[in-house]
């Protein structure tokens, strides 16, 4: 293998981070007697495992002590239990853990490994407000008292577990303070120079383990004892990468890309990246402590198919010690048996690369549409400048009651099946969104010599507030997020399909009894099942077909799509080297509602309307013309994928076209009692209907249209004096305002300037 100066310093650059990132107990001197490594799990009432009916079973040190009897042979390890309920880290909290008994046994134990989770009694607001200061200072001195009778002792640092909304606290002070503990908790890491582990990510996207929003059940359990576990012996499942990085897939071209993935701890890992077995471009780094690594990659214009392989390949033995003391040989025999891993993207090609999602209006397939055999024809025509990832639900949100198979599977977040990559035939497109393929379609034929890649995780009913990811609504809506079913956030129907879904839960004498039961309905769920397994994938932009369970509420939903938007750009956001950075705000194109006899519907198209007006780099595209007033789900979505990519096609890509419908600029008096509509996009201004005038009285009537331009003169006997205008103000309209590019308006109204 050739290497270069700039391959040679960018793995100098990963061997200097490894070692950076190696804590202080890396280099100890080893001793020459084996015997039984002693953990001692040091905590509060989550390590004690107050809640659990058979705390002598399901507590996670007693599972720690299994899983590593099942890994090195009993009598390998002794595990021993010091958590005590209601234990502050702080020494003048309300409950000194140094000055507890476990505290003192835990210190004649004498232990090698000291795992430490304190902090949540902390947030007490008879601790953290008065002792914040002393956190720190205090956590050093616990650490030091460890390292007293040990010098060797291993030292892990926990981030806290979770916090959940339901907690009586939460908005009183607890979230603030436990986010200012768990900012301190990483700082103790660092300056101690101690393995940080973390807690909190692997149960804050399962609020249904915590029954009392503190503690963990049984289930929770396990996972705190697995999440220890890897930290302890730096087993992370193996080489893994996001379900989306596979064969057949599309990654973004004419930009730097970070990969990211996780591995064992201790491995190095090479990537190659080659075309017609030719090597284009490789690079190598080792994984970090916590089994994470990233990877760059070059520059790639727009073209494939390539291979993109990924090979790991574990330290030798000697680079182990830097881990483990040799005092243990069974460790060092144990982690040298792991054999290389490789993982292999064939067919990968550099394009755009696009997310669709939302509900059914966006979920409808091809082969439920009325335009079937077109777009058929065009599918085959297209090939493999089209990619198509289809991430549907695995049980549809229809009126049924789901199985308890079902219900375990949404609780484990595995409710969206990730089916893969595949290219646009006639056989893939009948079971895709039809939004989404007309999409492509428009793009591919638009940039010929760019592959375009879609991912549509797409759910009928979805709220919007399932698409957000929790932080956020725990900063900025945390009511919404406590006891979403039985609120009155959510839409009624909503509400109610989500209890009949679920109903084998609610009831007492079911095996599957549990009143936590998540739903795609419910907040953050669909963000935590079907966006944050994605990865931060670099993607072009979206395209957003939701709102229909949302519509009963205009100002909430205002402030849910906002917020949707900048969860998932934080998501989203480019990452680079050592940093992260927004490289430009990620573009979000969306579908208005159609036309349907609901009476909500026409202020929440204005309300639309005027989003797409105020947000940043966001678009929408009109389908009132194209509603049905039998059916929600109108079958002719082939225009609706049109106008979004007509839409990307002007502010994305740059092409001088026309891309909208008339947009109203402004509404003055006229004379005679006219009032004079000011249109952009206005060429070819057409219209017979659909206007409606009134006075300071609030009463609406029909007016008469003249066209001059891209004014309209509008006017009405019944209207003396009009101060405000409306257009397209029924549920189901008819309205038929169009350009010359046969674009139709937007529902909207206004007063008069």
Not at 15 to 24: G, I, K
Not at 261 to 285: F, H, M, P, Q, W
Not at 421 to 441: C, D, I, L, Q, Y
Not at 629 to 651: I, M, S, T, W
Request: charged letters at 20%; one cysteine or more.
């Amino acid at each position: 293998m050739k290497i270069t100066m700039q391959s040679f310093s960018k793995w100098l650059f990963a061997a200097l981070f490894l070692l950076a990132a190696s804590p202080v107990w890396c280099a100890r001197k080893p001793k020459a007697a084996e015997r039984p490594l002693r953990i001692a799990c040091v905590g509060n009432s989550v390590t004690y495992g107050y809640g659990l009916a058979n705390r002598e079973r399901d507590a996670y040190p007693v599972r720690l002590q299994q899983m590593l009897d099942s890994t090195y042979g009993a009598r390998r390890f002794e595990v021993a239990n010091f958590g005590h309920s209601g234990a502050t880290l702080l020494y003048k909290g309300h409950r000194p853990y140094i000055n507890l008994p476990e505290f003192h046994q835990a210190l004649d134990f004498k232990p090698d490994w000291v795992v430490i989770h304190l902090g949540l009694n902390d947030t007490d607001p008879r601790n953290w407000p008065d002792w914040k200061e002393e956190f720190i200072p205090n956590y050093r001195a616990l650490i030091d008292s460890f390292l007293m009778v040990n010098p060797e002792a291993r030292i892990l640092v926990c981030r806290m577990t979770p916090i959940f909304d339901r907690h009586p606290r939460y908005q009183s002070g607890t979230r603030d303070w436990h986010a200012q503990v768990q900012q301190a908790i990483e700082q103790v890491a660092r300056g101690a120079g101690a393995q940080l582990v973390d807690l909190f990510t692997p149960l804050h996207s399962r609020p249904d383990l915590f029954p009392d929003a503190l503690h963990p059940n049984p289930e929770g359990a396990q996972i705190l004892a697995r999440t220890i576990y890897s930290a302890l012996t730096g087993d992370h499942g193996g080489l893994r990468l996001p379900p989306v990085y596979a064969s057949g897939m599309v990654l973004p071209r004419d930009e730097h890309l970070l990969i990211e993935g996780t591995a064992n701890a201790r491995c190095s890992i090479r990537r190659v990246l080659s075309k017609d077995g030719k090597v284009v471009d490789e690079g190598a780094t080792f994984t970090r402590a916590d089994g994470s690594w990233w990877m760059e990659l070059p520059h790639m214009k727009a073209g494939g198919p390539y291979t993109l392989t990924f090979t790991t390949q574990p330290l030798p033995p000697e680079d182990y010690r830097f881990y483990y003391p040799e005092k243990y040989p069974f460790l060092l025999q144990n982690l040298t048996q792991g054999a290389p891993q490789t993982l292999t993207i064939d067919s990968l090609y550099f394009g755009d690369l696009w997310l669709a999602s939302g509900q059914s209006n966006m979920e409808l397939r091809v082969d439920q549409c009325s335009t079937l055999q077109q777009d058929l024809a065009d599918a085959a025509r297209l090939g493999q400048r089209l990619h198509l990832y289809n991430m549907p639900a695995r049980a549809r949100t229809d009126a049924v009651e789901w199985n308890d198979s079902v219900l375990r599977y949404t609780n484990e977040l595995r409710h969206m099946d990730f089916q893969g990559w595949t290219t646009a035939s006639p056989e893939a497109v009948r079971a895709f969104s039809a939004v989404a393929f007309n999409f492509g379609r428009v793009l591919c034929d638009s940039l010929p010599d760019v592959p375009i890649g879609i991912i549509c995780n797409a759910v009928g009913g979805s709220t919007t507030e399932s698409w957000i990811d929790r932080t956020t609504l725990e900063w900025e809506l945390p009511n919404i997020l406590r006891d979403w079913r039985n609120g009155d956030y959510g839409q009624p129907w909503a509400r109610g399909r989500m209890t009949q879904n679920i109903a084998h839960a609610l009831d007492k004498e079911s095996p599957a009894y549990n009143t936590l039961q998540r739903h795609p309905y419910d907040p953050a769920y669909l963000f935590e099942a079907a966006i944050a397994p994605l990865g931060h994938l670099p993607i072009k932009g979206v395209i957003w077909y939701q709102g229909e369970s949302n519509a009963h509420n205009i100002e909430l939903h205002e402030r849910l799509f906002t917020l949707l938007q900048h969860s998932w750009r934080q998501h989203f956001a480019r990452r680079w080297i050592c940093e992260f950075q927004q490289k430009s705000v990620l573009p979000f194109y969306f579908v208005q509602l159609s036309s349907l006899p609901r009476p909500s519907w026409p202020a929440f198209r204005d309300s639309q309307r005027r989003l797409a007006d105020a947000l940043p780099d966001t678009w929408m595209a009109v389908s009132s013309d194209l509603g049905d007033a039998a059916d929600v789900h109108y079958r002719n979505k082939r225009p609706v994928g049109e106008r979004l990519a007509l839409q990307a096609l002007c502010h994305t890509y740059g092409h001088s076209l026309q891309s909208e419908g008339p947009a109203p600029r402004a509404a003055v008096r006229g004379q005679n009692h006219t009032l004079v509509l000011h249109f952009d996009h206005a060429q070819g201004l057409t219209a017979t209907r659909g206007f409606e005038l009134a006075s300071d009285d609030g009463l609406f009537y029909p007016a008469d249209i003249k066209i001059e331009g891209d004014k309209i003169l509008l006017s009405s006997p019944s209207v003396k004096n009009p101060v405000v205008v409306r257009y397209g103000w029924q549920g189901f309209t008819d309205a038929d305002l169009r350009n010359a590019q046969g674009l139709p308006a937007s529902t909207f109204q206004l007063k008069v300037e």
